[in-house]
């Protein structure tokens, strides 16, 4: 009851202070075990992303430096939350998110490990495809749009414009230990080009120019990727 209570006060407000859109609500699995993967562009995205697709089965990471936040703290306790220390490799963090996806749940991620500040995307760090290959579980892209927006519309009176596109689910192959690192950095693009792909130009940023990003947009024969 308190998980529907808070996702129906956050997706009201979305509702009534911004003109958001989703695409794609097809494309979600009925159940996990699978990881949302999505762009990062402000503090709001997961307010955003929990008020849509959150429920018991659902979480993610969240900064520790949130940990007393008073905003963010009572919405990642609510969602079972796992803070985590960015900058190192926070193994208690990583083992939990492990652990939740290998019970049959839903992980929310944002491979960029922080806030794009130009708008577009960043370079990602690789943990969602070493999340992805530990726990054995799929991926579902969600590219947002608009969210870096909304205090800025919102102080002149205006409703910004917010779209949620779900993309089809990613199936990883297994990363060979003889390739580990090379892996993990070619998955990990694959699932950003995936993202990109759903986002416009002007969003592309880091991945914009990749040749994985040129074929799924049809510009290159994606067999010579």
């Known amino acids: 009851m308190l998980f529907r209570i ?3 006060i956050l997706n009201l407000a979305f ?5 958001r859109e989703v695409e794609g ?25 929990f008020g849509l697709f959150g429920s018991e089965n659902v979480t993610g990471w969240a900064a520790a430096k949130y940990r007393r936040h008073p905003l963010f703290a009572p919405i990642v306790h609510i969602s079972r939350g796992i803070f985590i220390r960015r900058g190192e490799v926070d193994r208690e963090a990583i083992d939990a998110a492990v652990a939740w996806l290998r019970q049959g749940n839903v992980f929310g ?12 995307l960043i370079k990602a760090k690789t943990g969602v495809a070493y999340l992805a290959d530990r726990a054995e579980v799929p ?10 927006l ?10 910004p414009r ?43 940023g ?20």
């Not at 090379?182 to 969003?203: E, K, N, S, V």
């Not at 880091?206 to 990727?225: M, N, W």
Request: proline share 8%; with cysteine; charged share 25%.
């Open 109 to 120: 991620m944002t491979p960029e490990g922080t806030r794009s500040k130009t708008g577009a």
């Open 25 to 49: 609500l097809e494309h979600l699995p009925p159940r996990g075990p699978y990881i949302l993967a999505a762009n990062h562009l402000d503090r709001l995205d997961p307010i955003l992303i």
């Open 139 to 148: 991926i579902v892209p969600v590219a947002i749009t608009g969210t870096e």
């Open 162 to 204: 917010v779209m949620v596109r779900v993309g089809e689910i990613i199936q990883l192959p297994r990363i060979q230990a003889s390739e580990r690192s090379a892996d993990l950095r070619r998955h990990t693009d694959q699932i950003m080009c995936r993202i990109a792909a759903m986002l416009p130009p002007g969003y592309r």
């Open 15 to 19: 509702v009534l202070f911004t003109k």
């Open 206 to 225: 880091f991945y914009a120019d990749h040749p994985r990003l040129k074929a799924l947009l049809g510009e290159t024969d994606i067999s010579q990727v």
């Open 150 to 159: 909304i205090m800025h519309n919102l102080r002149r009176l205006r409703r």
């Open 6 to 8: 808070f996702r129906w």
